[in-house]
């Protein structure tokens, strides 16, 4: 794949909610994909490249990196009735304590902000993510919340997704 530039204005710094996460909730086969991360405030992609630097007898320092871990954590993510990915992952989690299918679950990542505006922009899809709920509750008087932690993993496949009236497609390039 060529370098991608960014589709957004120049001199401008682009806007956070061009970069989303999305979980299958439909089919392997027939993906539906559904944007996690509403009502959360802050969230980041974190890479852990396993950094590891040497020094040889001659004090020269080496470093050497491999594939990055990726890891993202949604918090509070408070239970709404419309997001489909909650219900998903509560389903899973709370309600089977599934292990085995929230260790293997289907992501994909946007970036909203390179490529072709909403046509073909760049997009990245991991196979088995682990989407792992970390608590459920919240304050008296307050809206339930359930963290969750999502470690990016299985096959990695890069292509772009377009996006049409909330309808995500992603394409393998």
């Known amino acids: ?4 530039t960014f589709n957004t204005t120049a001199g401008q710094t682009v806007a956070r909610e061009l970069l989303v996460a999305y979980l299958n909730t439909g089919a392997s086969g027939e993906p539906v994909w559904s944007p996690i991360g509403k009502r959360v405030e802050d969230s980041s992609e974190e890479l852990d490249w396993g950094e590891e630097s040497k020094q040889d ?3 020269n320092t080496y470093t050497t990196l491999k594939k990055p871990t990726i890891t993202q954590t949604f918090d509070p993510c408070e239970l709404d009735s419309g997001d489909k990915a909650q219900e998903k992952i509560w389903n899973l989690a709370i309600k089977d304590q599934n292990a085995q299918a929230l260790a293997n679950l289907d992501m994909l990542i946007v970036h909203l902000y390179a490529g072709t505006e909403d046509t073909a922009v760049f997009a990245e899809r991991y196979s088995a993510c682990s989407v ?9 008087g307050g809206n339930i919340g359930m963290p969750i932690d999502v470690t990016y993993g299985g096959t ?8 049409s009236d ?4 992603f394409t393998a390039g």
């Open 1 to 4: 794949m060529a370098d991608l």
């Open 57 to 59: 007898i001659f004090g």
């Open 132 to 140: 792992k709920p970390s608590g459920l509750g919240g304050e008296g």
């Open 156 to 163: 990695r496949a890069t292509g772009t997704a377009s996006v």
């Open 166 to 169: 909330g309808t995500v497609t």
